[in-house]
């Protein structure tokens, strides 16, 4: 079996008598690969393109130094920072908000959430700083996505490896985390020239 990314979707290719369990166990063993992959892509956004965050739909039209948004249309500068500005500013409180709930649900109080734009990784728990990154692509997900990561990373605080123990804690909290996981795979990552 072997993986590889195309026009933004991952194709999986496998001889015919493979079982879906041994294609997704294969998946399973390559997400971070997949995850590099899919945040590395460019998809360069164009005028009148439109884009999903949080759920919502927004055309994105290009203006010289206006920012506004209204109904489901963005007027924005052609500009990647301003672009991830706009993002942060817009998407924040729901991402803070969300992580304190779930934080209060799970008993981790304590937890810094520090979001960013980064190429790697959905989201990274640092035990020595008591901290959690979280990639603000996620905003071009879904909000059951961005609630398996954020599950995800608060479950680190108690379990640092990704053994057994560590997924049944997961799944405790999100039984269908590994069918939403594979969902991240789909996801385009919109940026701007």
């Keep these: 079996m072997y993986l590889r990314v195309k026009e933004g979707k991952i194709v999986v290719t496998a001889p015919f008598w493979a079982s879906d369990k ?34 919502n739909s927004f055309q994105i ?24 500005s706009f993002l942060i ?9 969300r992580f304190q709930e779930l934080s209060s649900q799970m ?27 979280l990639n603000m692509n996620l905003i071009f997900t879904d909000k059951e996505c961005i609630d398996a ?16 123990e560590f997924y049944q804690e997961v799944e405790k909290w999100m039984p269908s985390y590994r069918k939403v996981v594979r969902r991240l795979r789909t996801y385009s990552i919109p940026k701007i020239k």
Aim: proline fraction near 3%; charged fraction near 25%; hydrophobic fraction near 30%.
């Design 61 to 84: 039209s290009f203006t010289e130094n206006l920012i506004d948004i209204e109904d489901h249309q963005i007027w924005i500068p052609n500009d990647q920072k301003i672009f991830q």
């Design 22 to 55: 041994q294609i997704n166990g294969f998946i399973d063993k390559h997400t971070e690969w997949i995850q590099k992959k899919l945040l590395d892509k460019n998809i360069f956004l164009k005028d009148g393109d439109t884009i999903t965050i949080l759920g």
């Design 107 to 133: 008993q981790t109080p304590g937890i810094e959430l520090k979001l960013g734009f980064y190429k790697t990784k959905w989201g990274s728990y640092h035990p020595k700083t008591n901290c959690i990154r």
């Design 89 to 97: 500013e817009r998407t924040k409180k729901y991402l803070y908000s």
């Design 149 to 164: 990561i954020l599950i995800h990373e608060l479950c680190h605080v108690r379990f640092q490896n990704h053994q057994k």
